[in-house]
């Protein structure tokens, strides 16, 4: 991305010392013999705080948001972005889609009869009695909203989603975002301020079609695989010229790109903290580093910060110029009932509470959100060996 506005003021947030929490971990071992060398004296526990906080969406999903976009913009998932020096607005008016030129009905509404054109091809039709409401009136959001052609998909419990509409928008791409309903009511609030279209579900299970990120993948299948808004678009949006009579219309050109960003299973996931924040923490404590510790949403930071700081160790350690004696421990903190705990420790992703005579929909209650998985992601899984608990 181009520096300057949201994305500049992303990374490079601060590390902080925290004295009072340090020293009660350094009584603590003490106090229960834990020091029989006194190296704790010596070299006490230092704990810091990385402040992802301070990135401009208010965590660090920002970073992920970034590298996710960047990737779909590459491959081609996604159309370029808006150039900083255009006026923002798509052009519309016919682009040269067909001869026909001449626009018979003025109809407006939702539903359209179709017929097979000339060529023998279904035309599409602009009748949407099949489409949830809710993900109905989101993608009409996204779509009114793109300068691009393009959509930014997420099923997310909000800070990402937050993330991607500060970075997608400016660069003219519309967004859709699928919360699940014990998300705070704020987030979904924000998001519409942010211009999205948003729906919420039930939260459920990763095995039920209704989950958050299921149904974005389905709002995806929608839009980019079944096409079935290419003639809405045409005909709402871009406001062009949809065939000779309103029985027929013809084939509209297949200009609309959606993304799916996929965040659990994007490994642009885990290269954003991999590249970043793991490099960041590095410098700031000049490699002397002997844990890393957090918790999971899709294991990205995790595993990006984890996989760069020991690969950093193993590098030291062939230039013989490390000063640790082991590689730094990369620790996973989860909510009771957390299925990744006895992956880590086992193996196996499974919780009793799994089990089946006694599985519940909501295996735990915590404070914290967007944490606490019961799978296993493809980001979490590409350092999951590397993880203690």
Not at 159 to 187: C, E, F, M, N, Y
Not at 216 to 242: F, M, S
Not at 261 to 268: G, P, S
Request: aromatic share 6%; with cysteine.
């Amino acid at each position: 991305m181009t520096k300057g506005g949201y994305e500049s003021l992303i990374g490079n947030t601060p590390l902080l010392y925290l004295p009072h929490i340090s020293s009660l971990i350094n009584d603590y071992i003490t106090s229960k013999g834990g020091d029989p060398d006194n190296k704790f004296t010596r070299n006490p526990v230092r704990i810091f705080v990385k402040m992802e906080n301070m990135n401009p969406g208010g965590t660090g999903k920002d970073r992920a948001a970034r590298s996710m976009i960047l990737a779909s913009e590459r491959s081609g998932d996604l159309p370029p972005p808006l150039s900083r020096y255009c006026n923002h607005q798509l052009i519309r008016g016919n682009r040269g889609y067909g001869d026909d030129k001449t626009n018979t009905t003025n109809n407006n509404t939702d539903t359209v009869n179709c017929t097979r054109n000339g060529d023998g091809e279904i035309s599409p039709s602009l009748d949407f009695s099949n489409v949830d409401p809710s993900i109905h009136q989101a993608i009409l959001i996204a779509l009114h909203a793109t300068k691009t052609h393009g959509i930014v998909i997420e099923g997310t419990s909000g800070s990402t989603g937050i993330s991607l509409a500060s970075l997608a928008s400016p660069r003219g791409h519309g967004v859709i975002v699928v919360l699940p309903d014990d998300q705070s009511t704020q987030k979904s609030a924000f998001l519409k301020k942010l211009g999205c279209g948003v729906v919420v579900v039930k939260n459920c299970s990763i095995s039920n079609p209704g989950h958050y990120v299921n149904v974005a993948k389905r709002v995806w299948e929608l839009i980019e695989v079944e096409r079935h808004y290419d003639a809405y678009y045409q005909k709402h949006v871009l406001r062009e010229d949809c065939g000779s009579n309103s029985t027929l219309i013809k084939t509209p050109p297949k200009l609309l790109k959606a993304a799916f960003m996929n965040q659990f299973d994007n490994l642009a996931n885990v290269v954003s903290h991999y590249t970043t924040t793991g490099p960041e923490i590095h410098s700031q404590l000049d490699g002397k580093v002997n844990a890393f510790v957090m918790s999971a949403g899709t294991g990205g930071t995790l595993v990006g910060v984890g996989g760069y700081l020991k690969e950093k160790w193993w590098e030291n350690c062939r230039r013989k110029c490390q000063h640790q004696s082991t590689p730094p421990k990369i620790v996973l903190v989860d909510p009771p009932g957390s299925s990744l705990f006895n992956k880590v420790k086992y193996g196996v992703a499974y919780a009793p509470q799994q089990s089946e005579r006694s599985l519940r929909r909501h295996r735990y209650d915590t404070l914290a959100e967007g944490i606490g998985l019961d799978r296993v992601t493809a980001n979490f899984g590409l350092g999951c060996d590397e993880i203690t608990w």
